[in-house]
Antibody, heavy 122, light 110 residues
Framework: EVQLVESGGGLVQPGGSPRLSCAASGFTFSNYWMHWVRQAPGKGLVWVSVINSDGTSTRYADSVKGRFTISRDNAKNTLYLQMNSLRAEDTAVYYC???????????????WGQGTLVTVSS | NFMLTQPHSVSESPGKTVTISCTRSSDSFASKYVQWYQQRPGSSPITVIYDDNQRPSGVPDRFSGSIDSSSNSASLTISGLKTEDEADYYCQSYDGSTWVFGGGTKLTVL
């Protein structure tokens, strides 16, 4: 069974730099692209970032580019999101998610963690 | 870049059929592929449709997806509605470099 367990959320001051982790199990982690997706309270899903299976390629949403860094440790089956210069609008539940490819431009997410809440407030 | 627009909410009675639309702001859905995710209150999302019209294992065949290239839109249809289908539904597509989600549609089954 695929399991994705996020940690590292909590109350953070504006400008803070928390690091989120996502422990993966139940599948061969090093074979999959991995995503971070966030959801502000009462709002919709917003894609944040993706990393390819060996960690050599990353992409970011414009809203976090230059502030957030996605990385992974395939030996530890763990995905990370280093968040810097946090703002109130970064307050959200952050989901770790497993990516899948089905040909052409068909990219989707097949598994989601339970999420970790990051609250940016003084 | 493009945007995916969904109706804010829809409602229907148990046993009926409902369709949720997702309209792409530019280009066509042709060869772009759409996915649909269900998020029940207080839960993480799950995938109900990928690759326009494919169901992951475990998703009942009451859920179906389609593309209408003429209107640049995708649709999620749920037949034989059950109260457990009450949830938020999100469409998603890929724009060549980033993943884009629609704003979500709240389905009420009453």
């Amino acid at each position: 069974e695929v399991q994705l367990v996020e940690s590292g959320g909590g109350l953070v001051q504006p400008g803070g730099s928390p690091r989120l982790s996502c422990a993966a199990s139940g599948f061969t982690f090093s074979n999959y692209w991995m995503h971070w997706v966030r959801q502000a309270p009462g709002k919709g899903l917003v894609w944040v970032s993706v990393i390819n299976s060996d960690g050599t390629s990353t992409r970011y949403a414009d809203s976090v580019k230059g502030r957030f860094t996605i990385s992974r440790d395939n030996a530890k089956n763990t995905l990370y999101l280093q968040m810097n210069s946090l703002r109130a609008e970064d307050t959200a539940v952050y989901y770790c998610a497993r990516g899948r490819y089905c040909g052409g431009d068909c990219y989707w997410i097949d598994s989601w963690g339970q999420g970790t809440l990051v609250t940016v407030s003084s | 870049n493009f945007m995916l627009t969904q109706p804010h909410s829809v409602s229907e009675s148990p046993g009926k059929t409902v369709t949720i639309s997702c309209t792409r702001s530019s280009d066509s859905f042709a060869s772009k592929y759409v996915q649909w995710y269900q998020q029940r209150p207080g839960s993480s999302p799950i995938t109900v449709i990928y690759d326009d019209n494919q169901r992951p294992s475990g998703v009942p065949d009451r859920f179906s997806g389609s593309i209408d290239s003429s209107s640049n839109s995708a649709s999620l249809t749920i037949s034989g509605l059950k109260t457990e289908d009450e949830a938020d539904y999100y469409c998603q597509s890929y724009d060549g470099s980033t993943w884009v989600f629609g704003g979500g549609t709240k389905l009420t089954v009453l």
